[in-house]
C-alpha cells in the first residue's frame, strides 16, 4: 500500500529482552550474545510512520506529539498483557490472518507472553503494512509466514520521535555552542550503522572546531 516495512535488525541466535521505562508500558526489543549460540532467532519488524499519522496529537502536544503516539503504543500493548512485564503476542499466520491464536509456541523472552489479538488493537495501517509485508515475504521465502513463528509488541524504539536541532554545517545545536546532537538519541540516526556514521560525522566536526 505504499507503505514501508523492513526488518530493522535480525538477531541470529539472540533472545528477545523487555525494554520498558515505565511499568504501565509493553516494550520489547532483541540482542544476541556474541556467540550467537541459543536456539533462537529475533528481527524488529517495523513500519513506516509519517507525520499524518499522529497529527491529531500535534495541536495538545506540539513537538513531542511523536513521543506521546510512541507512548500510546507502548501503553496499548501493556494494556493487552498482564502483570510482570509479561508481552502480548500472537502466532505470526494468525497474525496476518486476522484470527486469535489458540496457544502460543515457545520463546526467549523471560517474562513470558499472553496470548492478544495484535491486529485488532495496533492502527490499522500498522496491522494492514505488516500483513501485507509478511505476505510478500512469505511468497518470496519458502516458510517464512508460519504459526512456528510469533510476534510479540511492541518494538516501538527504533528511533526518535524527537529531533534535537543542529546546524548541517558546523553539526552543533543552533542556540548551544559545542553541543552536538548525534545518533539515534537525537533523532539523526535508524539503526547501528546509520549511527555509526552520524558519529563519524560528528567526531569530523569536532577535530575541525575551535574549541576552548
Not at 529475533?42 to 496529537?57: A, C, K, P, Q, Y
Request: a negative charge.
Amino acid at each position: 500500500g505504499g507503505r514501508g516495512v523492513y526488518s530493522f535488525c535480525m538477531c541470529p541466535g539472540g533472545v528477545i529482552v523487555p525494554a520498558l521505562t515505565s511499568s504501565d508500558e509493553s516494550v520489547v526489543n532483541g540482542m544476541s550474545s556474541s556467540s550467537r549460540g541459543s536456539r533462537w532467532a529475533n528481527s524488529g519488524i517495523v513500519t513506516e510512520i509519517r507525520l499524518d499519522d499522529f497529527g491529531h496529537l500535534r495541536q495538545k502536544y506540539g513537538e513531542l506529539a511523536g513521543l506521546r503516539f510512541q507512548q500510546e503504543l507502548e501503553q496499548a500493548a501493556r494494556a493487552n498483557a498482564e502483570d510482570n512485564q509479561t508481552a502480548p503476542a500472537q502466532r505470526l499466520a494468525d497474525f496476518v490472518a486476522g484470527r486469535k491464536s489458540l496457544s502460543l509456541p515457545r520463546t526467549s523472552y523471560v517474562p513470558g507472553t499472553v496470548a492478544s489479538e495484535i491486529n485488532t488493537w495496533l492502527p490499522s495501517f500498522m496491522t494492514e503494512a505488516l500483513q501485507g509485508g509478511f505476505r510478500t515475504w512469505g511468497t518470496r521465502m519458502r516458510g517464512f509466514l508460519t504459526n512456528e513463528a510469533q510476534v510479540l509488541g511492541v518494538e516501538s524504539r527504533t528511533s526518535s520521535p524527537v529531533r534535537i536541532p543542529r546546524d548541517p554545517v558546523t553539526l552543533q545545536h543552533p542556540e548551544v555552542e559545542f553541543l552536538y546532537p548525534a545518533g539515534e538519541g537525537a533523532g539523526y540516526a535508524g539503526g547501528i550503522i546509520s549511527a555509526a556514521l552520524d558519529g563519524e560525522r560528528i567526531a569530523d566536526a569536532l577535530a575541525e572546531s575551535k574549541l576552548p
